[in-house]
């Protein structure tokens, strides 16, 4: 009994623990491509259409900026072995639309700019593009990679796709773990790994 006790116990705290630090940002008024591509997500991990999916609060955006719009990605992150560790050095992600329309692509600068921003995204038509540096990464999902908060160094284009994006978030991940220890016994300096992905990104600009 008292061992079943401590079990109920712990999953109890795990799931307020949860709910203490999460909190729910998309409500009525987000983007219309977000509504869909937040279902999309649903739909491919099996969860209700009536699930709330929530985004951990430190990754929320500051006061002051606003969900403009969101992509799906899907494509690769690419995983480079130094002798001791990975490490994501580049990405290779079509971005699509809400009706499933290729609007552009992701990928890391070969160098990162002079504020830190390497991962970038560019839209085809009209043409613009963002560059972004990671500012917090949090693993939400046990078998998938970090959602992250990222803060734009360096925007440019159409200032309706990426030309004046302030933040940009990836949540709703899938796939593209980062090669782990054990799968490091036998790689050599410089193997390359690359590991399939799918994500939302939303992109933020500031509120006026
Ligand atoms: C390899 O990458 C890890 C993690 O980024 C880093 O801490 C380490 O210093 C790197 N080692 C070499 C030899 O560059
Ligand atoms: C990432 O890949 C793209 C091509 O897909 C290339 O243009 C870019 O230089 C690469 N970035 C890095 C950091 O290797
Ligand atoms: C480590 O990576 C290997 C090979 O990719 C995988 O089979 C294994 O499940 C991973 N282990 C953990 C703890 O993620």
């Known amino acids: 009994m008292m061992h079943r006790g401590g079990i109920q116990f712990l999953a109890l705290f795990i799931l307020l623990h949860q709910v203490r630090t999460f909190t ?9 491509s977000c509504v869909k591509l937040e279902a999309k997500y649903k739909q491919s991990l099996g969860l209700d259409g009536t699930d709330t999916v929530e985004i951990p609060e430190d990754l929320q955006v500051p006061a ?7 992509y799906f990605a899907e494509g690769v992150q690419e995983y480079k072995f130094n002798g001791t560790a990975w490490n994501n050095f580049n990405a290779s992600a079509i971005l699509l639309g ?8 992701h990928f890391y600068l070969p160098e990162a700019d002079n504020l830190g921003g390497q ?8 043409w613009s593009m963002v560059t972004s ?4 990464k949090i693993l939400v999902m046990k078998d998938a990679t970090a959602w992250v908060l990222l803060q734009s160094t360096h925007e440019s284009g159409s200032r309706k ?9 990836r949540l ?6 980062s090669p782990n220890s054990s799968s490091s016994e036998g790689a050599v300096y410089g193997q390359y ?7 939302v990104y939303a992109y933020y600009t500031k509120h006026h």
């Open 193 to 199: 790994v690359e590991s399939p992905y799918t994500a």
């Open 119 to 126: 991962p970038t995204w560019e839209t085809f038509s009209p």
């Open 172 to 177: 709703f991940t899938s796939g593209s773990l």
């Open 133 to 136: 540096k990671p500012l917090k």
């Open 161 to 169: 796709r990426f030309g004046r994006v302030t933040y940009t978030q």
């Open 64 to 70: 002051g900026n606003k969900l403009r719009f969101c």
């Open 24 to 32: 729910l940002v998309y409500g009525n008024g987000i983007p219309s």
């Open 98 to 105: 809400r009706e499933n329309q290729i609007m552009g692509q």
